[in-house]
Each structure stands twice: as C-alpha cells, then as structure tokens.
C-alpha cells in the first residue's frame, strides 16, 4: 500500500472519530472535576480526593491515547494541548485551592488570601511556555496542588505550619528550579514509576481508612513526593560538587 493509500485510510470515518473520542475522553475529566468540587462543598473531602485521583489516571492515560490515535493530524482543529491545560487547571489547582482554603487547615483569614494566591499563580504557570525543559523536568514548582492539598490532609499539621507550607510552594513556583516529570523524566525512569506505583496505592488506601492512618505510611508518602519534588536539585548539587 502506497503512503498516500496508507493516509487516505487513516482518515476514514471511523479513525476520524477515533480521535475524536480521545478528546472527549480528555474532556471527561472536566466533568469528574465538577463532581470532585460537589463533595468538596458538602466537605466530603475523601470522595474529592478519589475523584481527582480518577481525573489523575485519565491525564495519565489520555497523553498515550492521543499518540496512538494520531489525534493531532485527523483532528487538527482542536488543540488536545489546549483542552488538557483546561482540565488540569480544575484538577490540579481550582478544586485543591479550594479544599486548602475551606478545610481550616490553615490560620483563620490565611485561607482566602492563599486560596487567591494558588490560582493566581498557577494560572501564570500554565500560561508560562517555559514551563517544560527540553529534558522532561518542570521549572519551578509545577502547580502540583491536589498532590500538597492531600498530604495536608494526611499529615494535618498545626495550622501555622500548614500555612508557612502553602505560603513556601506558592513562591517555589517561580523559583527556577527543575521538578521531574515522573513519566518522562528519562534518569531512573524505572525507578520513578515504581515510586509513583506505590505512592497511588499508598494513597488509595488512604483514602480506604479516611485518612486515619500510622505514621510510617505517612512517612513513605511524603518521602515519595519530596523526591519528585527535589531529587533532581539534589542531583544536580552533588554532580557541580564533584567537579
């Protein structure tokens, strides 16, 4: 079969609608996002937190979906980057900052006033184009809000310590330092997503228990997220040290 047949089937109908049901698929996790933010009003906050994570799985597959299906070429008039930034921004910033501000985690009066501060500057973040670096990392905090939100709720600290917290990575976003895309990052990529493994399901027990659990599977989950957070910093020190 000639390329040009070759193309002339992939762009039949059915390829056509194919890739038109990936983006739908992107698109449904806006819908999760509104279901996620219904329990956070009625502060259920263990059923916000598993509906993001299912959001969670749907940005962690939709990426694959899209290359297999050639989205991009069959259907070029929506922008899967566009709609992905979309669905982002509600799950991993507007829903989180939310939940920070309403929960009283943090000092009286602190909640408004960072909720504000987490969407403003994410927003910024995900307008930034130099927010990916050409070799998979993040340049600064890369908006990982529903990632901070929920190890508050795991670790529960005193509110002036949760506060200084939030207050910490709102300015981390716009420090330039390089954060690992757990997927994609290449060095130790094995490794990552073994981490990421067992971080999720170290999180779905979590929720299983409402958050009442021992202090070593706190412990593994805030040690997971601290190395996707700064291992490449670390990296990075050890590597200018020996030379």
Known sequence: MSPSQ????DNRPAARAAAFGVHVFTALGAGI?????????RQHWTAMFGWLGLALIIDGIDGPLARTFDVARLQPNLSGDTLDLVVDFLTYVFIPAYAIAASNLLLPVSGTVLGVAIVVTSALYFADIRMKTDDNHFRGFPALWNAIAFHLFVLRPQPWLATAIVSIFVILTFVPFNVMHPVRTVRFRIFNLALIVMWGLLAVFVLTQNF????????ALCAIALYVLFSDTVFRLLARAKT
């Open 33 to 41: 996002a509104l279901i996620a933010m219904l329990e956070a009003v």
């Open 6 to 9: 070759q193309n002339d089937g």
């Open 212 to 219: 009442e659990v021992s202090a070593p599977v706190s412990a």
